[in-house]
């Protein structure tokens, strides 16, 4: 079920009341439900994958729990195993199969082995990363097993952040499982408003700007110049609302019920470094990379060539992550040399020394922004040649096509006033970000006169319903990882 869906507009209200009208003891059966109920309105069947990493990781974290010495870590491993094969089968099998074929094919060989014709689960990458950080947390002690299958289960199937993240940690959610959480009306007008405002970023946003975006990355050898270096740009802004709205969504759908999960995104395009950028983009799978396989493999602590050998691989299995191709392969791998890059620069202090200097941090975060969007180009191409020649096809001013509008103009969405309008809802958006990061904007909302508060919730209202985009595909653009 989609958050910018007419089902979900039932959806919500419903179990919501639910939740509150039910005594304590029965809510976790009724989440449990609605999020299976959530979950099965995309393939039902694949609810059986779920279910499988869920009776195996409780089950391995009693035993974990009980057991001592070797035989912990065998446990360990047999569930770490277990739900990265069925990440494995469903998510790089055929990536893997498909190039080991074109390896024996250049030695005149055979590849023996399938093709399997099967779907990607919806967010198979985050529920399992969040199984594993489960058995890891009891495997190390900073969490006990829990005993209630049910409200384990709800841990890995919540429906907020469940196809989406963010992906949580057990010491920060299995607990609120256990709470009763009563109605509390500050709090539910935070989390409408939160959703309020991630549903202007995904479809008044990012919805808009992806008509623009498929058009030329579609068809890249068709566009040069203007269009191209638009397009990038506007994929930078499209996937930075479409999964920040659906973590806001996430986090406010969560809040009005009493939970409360870890914030996913701080103002990323903000950022001076690039790793200043991931300690505020997708803070949830960063974090979890750097407790779980970065500080593991010696993170910094080791000599400065492993540390910068450590980063790579870190970014490569990041780039895995996302997807079997070999473009998120290239995406993460290049954002691990900006970082190496970052080190070796570090390392001469005059130039750090001038790199701090007040009248440079424009220059910094423009830098920063701008190695992202070179990052993006291959994050968002449909392949490494269509990728390349988009790169080539920015500076190629003198192409057919160096004009604003795409194709023929068709459509809202193409012509200039609709480009007009992205751009305007585009420093909306930037304008409320600056605001933000000084004050949270619902706490700016909240010191509004009521009049003036309710006047600006029917504005985001009208300009959701009336300015967002509802043709075409709207899936959430992480739903595929």
């Known amino acids: 079920m989609l958050f910018n869906s007419f089902e979900f507009l039932v959806f919500f209200p419903v179990v919501t009341l639910l939740y509150f009208l039910l005594p304590h003891k029965a809510r976790w059966l009724m989440l449990l439900c609605a999020s299976c109920y959530f979950y099965m309105f995309f393939v039902p069947v694949y609810i059986l994958i779920l279910a499988f990493t869920i009776v195996v990781d409780y089950f391995a974290g009693i035993l974990l729990e009980r057991s001592q010495g070797r035989k912990r870590k065998v446990l360990l491993v047999a569930s770490i195993v277990s739900n990265v094969g069925v990440l494995a089968l469903f998510k790089y099998y055929n990536f893997f199969n498909a190039n080991l074929g074109v390896l024996l094919g250049s030695f005149g060989a055979h590849n023996p082995l399938p093709y399997l014709d099967i779907l990607l ?11 594993m950080s489960y058995t890891i947390e009891v495997y190390r002690g900073h969490q006990r097993a829990e005993r209630h299958f049910g409200i384990y289960a709800l841990y890995v199937m919540f429906y907020p952040q469940l196809v989406a993240g963010p992906i949580e940690r057990p010491q920060n959610l299995l ?3 256990h709470e009763e959480h009563c109605f509390h009306y500050a709090r539910v007008v935070e989390g409408l408003r939160l959703m309020l405002w991630g549903l202007f970023k995904k479809i008044v946003v990012a919805d808009r700007l992806a008509v623009y975006v498929g058009e030329v990355y579609d068809h890249p050898g068709h566009y040069h110049g203007l269009p191209v270096l638009i397009a990038s740009y506007f994929f930078a802004i499209q996937i930075y609302c479409d999964f920040s709205g659906y973590s806001d969504i996430a986090l406010g759908a969560a809040r009005v019920m009493g939970f409360k999960l870890m914030q996913n995104f701080n103002f990323p395009y903000f950022s001076r470094s690039i790793r200043e950028f991931w300690g505020r983009w997708h803070i949830s799978l960063s974090t979890w990379f750097r407790d779980y396989l970065y500080i593991p ?14 980063l790579l691989i870190v970014f490569l299995v990041s780039g895995l992550w996302h997807g079997a191709k070999w473009t998120f392969l290239i995406w993460g791998f290049l954002h691990g040399i900006y970082l190496v890059i970052e080190i070796l620069f570090n390392k001469v202090r005059i130039l750090q020394r001038v790199a701090e200097k007040p009248l440079l941090q424009p220059f910094r975060l423009l830098i920063t922004f701008h190695l992202v969007v070179l990052g993006w180009i291959f994050f968002r191409a449909n392949s490494t040649h269509d990728a390349f020649s988009i790169i080539r096809n920015i500076f190629d001013f003198g192409g057919p096509s160096h004009g604003l509008l795409v194709g023929n103009a068709a459509g809202p969405f193409l012509s200039m006033k609709g480009i007009a309008y992205s751009m305007g809802m585009i420093l909306l958006l930037v304008l409320l970000d600056l605001i933000a990061t000084k004050r949270s904007l619902a706490e700016r909302a909240g010191l509004l006169p009521q009049p003036v508060r309710w006047a600006t919730y029917y504005a985001f209202i009208f300009v959701i319903i009336f300015l967002g985009n509802y043709t075409g595909k709207m899936d959430f653009i ?4």
């Not at 689960?121 to 199984?131: C, D, K, M, R, Y």
């Open 175 to 177: 607990h609120q499982f």
């Open 478 to 481: 992480y739903f595929q990882f």
């Open 121 to 131: 689960p919806i967010g198979l990458s985050f529920h399992t990363f969040q199984a």
């Open 297 to 310: 493999l010696g993170g910094n602590r080791v000599s400065e060539w492993r540390w910068m050998f450590n």
